[in-house]
């Protein structure tokens, strides 16, 4: 009982978050792509989605370029599911561990447009299903969620705390993201003016 009283609160909380961010944004989604990214906001809040279950009990993250390869080589239904997997932690990763990323090899350009492809993929395989139309969109403005999702996790940051607003300093500072500059403003760590 716990576990759908926790559970239905979380969705409820992404669902007022993104609702908030993408007003915000000027961001035009489906409803039912806004239910999506909703959706996978209450499933990755449990870490372990992020993970693949290895050898034993040890659990890492999976390369995109191994899931991508293992999804090509699955019947239809599989490929779907890889694919979506594939998706899904692209997109997660590139909106909440962006800055992160930028010292990787492989870099936020890369998960944005893995995790695009991956969409489109989805889209054209079930071009018959109902939500083939959430992959598309999904595909199509991959960047912009991304953006939704960055604000989102800047934003839990921020509210975290002087350790948390550092990190949302440090960030937009390095980057000269408005939308950071913007969170920081609202936080009262940056004074009127200064997001440019």
Same mark, same amino acid.
Not at 1 to 16: A, C, D, I, W
Not at 41 to 49: M, T
Not at 56 to 62: N, Q
């Given at each position: 009982?716990? #576990?759908?009283?926790? %559970?239905? $609160?979380?969705?409820?909380?992404?669902?007022?978050l993104v609702g908030e961010v993408v007003s915000r944004q000027k961001v035009t989604l489906a409803e039912v792509t806004?239910? *999506?990214?909703? #959706?996978?906001?209450?499933?990755?809040?449990?870490?372990?989605?992020?993970?693949t279950q290895t050898?034993?009990?040890?659990?890492?993250?999976?390369p995109l370029a191994v899931l991508y390869h293992r999804a090509m080589q699955q019947d239809r239904d599989a490929r779907i599911?890889?694919?979506?997997?594939?998706?899904?932690?692209?997109? *997660? $990763?590139a909106g909440f561990f962006a800055d992160s990323l930028r010292d990787r090899v492989v870099g936020p350009d890369y998960y944005i447009q893995m995790g695009g492809s991956a969409y489109a993929a989805i889209a054209q395989m079930s071009h018959a299903s109902s939500f083939s139309s959430v *992959?598309?969109?999904?595909? &199509?403005?991959?960047? $912009?969620?991304?953006?939704?999702?960055?604000?989102?996790a800047a934003r839990g940051m921020a509210a975290q705390g002087p350790g948390? &607003?550092?990190?949302?300093?440090?960030? *937009? $500072?390095?980057? %000269? #993201?408005e939308r950071l500059g913007q969170v920081l403003l609202e936080?009262?760590?940056?004074?009127? %003016? &200064?997001?440019n």
């Open positions: 009982m716990s #576990n759908l009283v926790v %559970g239905s $609160t979380l969705k409820e909380f992404f669902r007022m806004e239910f *999506y990214v909703v #959706n996978l906001l209450s499933e990755f809040a449990a870490a372990e989605k992020l993970f050898d034993g009990s040890k659990v890492d993250t999976e599911k890889t694919l979506r997997q594939l998706g899904d932690v692209s997109l *997660y $990763t *992959y598309w969109e999904l595909h &199509q403005k991959f960047r $912009t969620v991304v953006e939704v999702l960055e604000e989102i948390g &607003q550092v990190k949302v300093l440090e960030s *937009y $500072t390095r980057t %000269g #993201n936080a009262g760590v940056m004074p009127k %003016g &200064q997001p």
